[in-house]
Structures are given as C-alpha cells and as structure tokens.
C-alpha cells in the first residue's frame, strides 16, 4: 500500500520545467490550409487508441494506473472518434509542403527559451483531429523519451511508468512542445496539472482556435475536454477499425468510416484539430553530444530491471515476467508501484466523460 506521503513525493515529480506558455495566433492561413490539406489528402485515418495500444493495461498505465474493482476494464471502454496522423518523425518532415511549419524557426526559439538552453532541434510533428467527441481520459502523460528508450522503439506504457517513477532523470532527454488548437466550439478546453496531479489544475479555456501552449507534456498531467453536442459524442458503428478522411467530393466535408459504412459527417467548422510540435533540447554541447553519441544510453533491460530493483525494495511482490514489454499482468503490478491515483479535481465545466461500459462488459 503506498502512503500518501510516496504519493506526494511522486506527484512533485510530475510537473514541467516550467509553467506553460500561451502562443497566439500561431500558424498563417496557409499553412493552417496546408496542414488540413495533408489531412484531406493522405488519409485514411486511424483512431489514436489503436495505433498505440495493445491492452487497457497499456493504456492505463499512462494515466493513473487505478483499476475500478468489480468488473475488468477493457479498451473499448474508452473508445472515441480521435484520430492521429504524423506530419514529421525522426526529425525529417514527412510531407513536403508543411516543412516550413516543421522546421519552424519561431517554435525552436520558443523550446529553447522555454527550458533555458542553448540548442534544440525538432523532433516530431502530429495531429489529432476529430468531430464532435467525449474524453473517458482522466489525464494522462505523453510519451517521454530517455537516451536508449524513446517512444519510437518503446511501448508508450513503458516510457510513462519509467517518467512517473522519478528513477530516469539523469536519463530523460528534455523536450518541448508547441500545441495548437483549432476549434470553434465555445465550451471545450485545455486541463492541465501543472503543479502535479495532487494539486488544483489550471484550465486554457475557449476561444481556442489558433492558440497554442509551450509545454512540456512528458511530465505534466493534461487532458483535452470534450467537444461538441453530446448525443454526438460517440456515433453509432464506432469501433477499433474506424477511420477518418475527407470527403472526395468536399473539401469542407469529413468522414468517419467503418467498413464500408460511413458511420458520421461533419463539417471543417465543427473539428476539433489539434497540430502537435516537439522538439529535443539541449542546455548546451556537452549534453547535446552525450544524447546524440550514444555513449550513456539505457537498454530496456537495464530500464526493466532498474523498475523491478526499486518496485522490489518497497515493498512490492513483483514476478519475473518473461514478456515484460507484453505482459498485461507484469504492466499492472509495475505500474501499481508508481500509481498516485490521477488527477484528484477536475474544473467543474469539464468533468471526465464516463467510461462506455456495456451490459456485456
């Protein structure tokens, strides 16, 4: 059982190197065109819940890690119509005509500003975009990354335990992000936590069409609010196969697919389309040199047995897994170990939406 004075000690440590930044005005009218061009274009579009999760022992383990007695929580308890694409990876940009938003000259300035530093260079690019939705989401991390272990070559479950276990620091490679809203919708927002999940959260409220945060969202608690009118939230048809594109006869259409069903339309006007830039910063040449190198980075074994080692040594009874990336069992008792249970207070406008529990579940 962990005291709450563990719990307090590991919510201090969630919290980012500094407040988040409110950005105005962030992207032209054209590249704002751009980028939703891409997103006409080159779909269709995965929901976001299948490209990075194999279980809801993975999913969970990103947010707070507490498991509701009576019944076993399964993914489609938090199944939304969100959907994800990439606009950049690796430090390349994926599609030619959104490299001036990529390699963004003003967003880099914003990373290194943000932390202090004195490099940076962008790392990934994406977006979220979806119709009118709820959000199960009680809060969650992003994927941090550590020399060795990052979220392109890790479980994203992993990279969260190994963020909210404090264990990783002299690990964690800093980033930054620009976000950036565009949404018309009069009541949705941005929660975050930044003084640590225990805490009182802060809340970017509407209007939020072309404004962003700078952030570090590895180590904060955030959540995007609900959008939209509710009896729309969750269309009938939805399941882990439906996807999202835009209609080849207007432009100002958009299409939820399973199938070979269309399931939902909606207009550009009632999207919430989210564009998510990242970059690695560096404070200086030494730093920068030592997580390009190579030279200190982590395995996973190293990062598995280091959680094991610390879970063990207080207190926790933690079998040998033979799978640990898979094992839905050892995720849930390695995660147990660092839980705090979530976020505690949630602004009273933007309350969690329920899980979809079904008779069946």
Known sequence: MMTEERKQALSNLLRPASPPRSVDNVYTADQIERLLDVVRKDGPWKLIIAQHFASADELIATMSGALPEGFELTLDMF??????????????ALYPEIEDCFYNRAF?????????????????????????????????LDSPSFRGVRYENSPTWLCS???????????????????????????????YWPDGPLRAPQRLQSPIYN????????????????????AQQRPAGLDFSTTFSGDPNDPNQWLLTSGDQVIARHHTDELRFLVHWSAEVFEDFAELK?????????????????????ARARGFDIATPSDPLHDGAFIR???????????????QCAPVTPLYITEAA
Request: proline share 6%; glycine share 12%.
């Open 79 to 92: 199944l939304t119509p969100t959907f994800r694409g990439f606009y950049a990876n690796y430090s390349a």
């Open 108 to 140: 880099l300035d914003h990373a290194k500003s943000y932390w202090g530093a004195k490099y940076a260079k962008p790392q990934m690019m994406l977006f979220n975009i979806n119709g009118p939705c709820g959000n199960t989401d009680p809060g969650h």
């Open 161 to 191: 335990v190994m963020g909210k276990s404090g264990l990783f620091k002299d690990y964690l490679i800093k980033m930054a992000q620009v976000i950036t809203w565009f949404s018309h919708d009069p009541d949705s927002g941005f929660t």
């Open 211 to 230: 404004r962003g945060v700078v952030v570090q969202n590895e180590m904060m608690f955030h959540r995007g609010e609900a959008n939209g009118p509710l």
């Open 290 to 310: 030592k997580n390009m190198d190579g030279s200190h980075d982590l395995t996973h074994e190293q990062a598995i047995g280091m959680l094991i080692d610390d």
């Open 333 to 347: 008792a390695i995660n147990a170990a660092y839980d705090i249970g979530g976020p505690t207070s949630y602004p």
